[in-house]
């Protein structure tokens, strides 16, 4: 083998060498550098899988009467009973059934009917909203439009204005569904809890509350009922 034949064999060897040392570096390298050529983190131990909701926000429930937000609750007054989400949603749509039973028309138990499971439900309807506790049917058989006089409309007009908009009607969505009533709120709008707290203070105050008459005819309620019709409505 002649020097030349060395050398030459000698400098391929160290290219080699040196050539594969590199790429081995290199792949080293870029297998730490490149986030996407790297696996998906694993999900930490005991992780908990985000809860299912309605199509208000609120946590949908699986059952009511157990380990649950939804309890079977009296409406006072009236001898009927729903299965509603405890605390402000309780007190706000205990409100309304109330008025409706005093003022638009009495109810029967069997036109009374809150919480329902989400199976058989629209999970992207309002009607998804029965699942969490945070709506009610009234007349759960007259959901179709029309299925109320003109006077009693109207009352139901004044009971959502006197909600300020933190109750929304099924008769103003599309498709109509005039016996749903739900919180229009998600769990964390503060309007929630301040309604709450202004119809439990007026329900313990003499003269004010549901069951107390008043003139849903009245310009100064006719007008606050008509801005809120246009408000939900738009949405």
């Given at each position: 083998m002649t020097d030349n034949t060395r050398s030459m064999s000698g400098i391929s060897r160290r290219v080699v060498v040196k050539g594969?040392?590199?790429?081995?570096?290199?792949?080293?390298?870029?297998?730490?550098?490149?986030?996407?050529?790297?696996?998906?983190?694993?999900?930490?131990?005991?992780a908990r899988k985000k809860a299912p909701t309605s199509a208000n926000g609120w946590t949908v429930e699986e059952?009511?009467?157990?380990?649950?937000?939804?309890?079977?609750?009296?409406?006072?007054?009236?001898?009927?009973?729903?299965?509603?989400?405890?605390?402000?949603?309780?007190?706000?749509?205990?409100?309304?059934?109330?008025?409706?039973?005093?003022?638009?028309?009495?109810?029967?138990?069997?036109?009374?009917?809150?919480?329902?499971?989400?199976?058989?439900?629209?999970?992207?309807?309002?009607?998804?909203?029965?699942?969490?506790?945070?709506?009610?049917?009234?007349?759960?058989?007259?959901?179709?439009?029309?299925?109320?006089?003109?006077l009693q409309v109207l009352t139901v007009r004044d009971i959502l204005a006197d909600c300020e908009g933190v109750v929304r009607w099924g008769g103003d969505d599309s498709p109509v569904d005039e016996s749903l009533f739900y919180i229009d709120r998600g769990p964390d709008d503060a309007s929630v809890q301040e309604l709450a707290d202004r119809l439990r203070r007026a329900e313990a105050t003499p003269g004010e509350g549901a069951g107390v008459t008043v003139d849903v005819l009245a310009p100064s309620r006719r007008d606050r009922a008509k801005r809120l019709v246009k408000e939900q409505r738009a949405n």
């Open positions: 594969a040392g590199v790429l081995a570096v290199a792949a080293a390298a870029g297998s730490f550098a490149s986030p996407a050529a790297a696996a998906a983190p694993a999900a930490p131990p005991g059952q009511a009467n157990h380990v649950s937000t939804v309890w079977t609750r009296p409406v006072s007054g009236t001898g009927l009973e729903v299965d509603i989400r405890i605390g402000d949603v309780e007190a706000i749509l205990l409100h309304v059934v109330r008025r409706y039973h005093y003022e638009v028309e009495q109810l029967p138990r069997v036109d009374l009917a809150g919480w329902q499971r989400i199976d058989g439900l629209k999970k992207d309807a309002p009607e998804s909203n029965l699942a969490s506790g945070t709506a009610v049917r009234i007349r759960p058989g007259a959901g179709a439009s029309g299925s109320l006089f003109p």
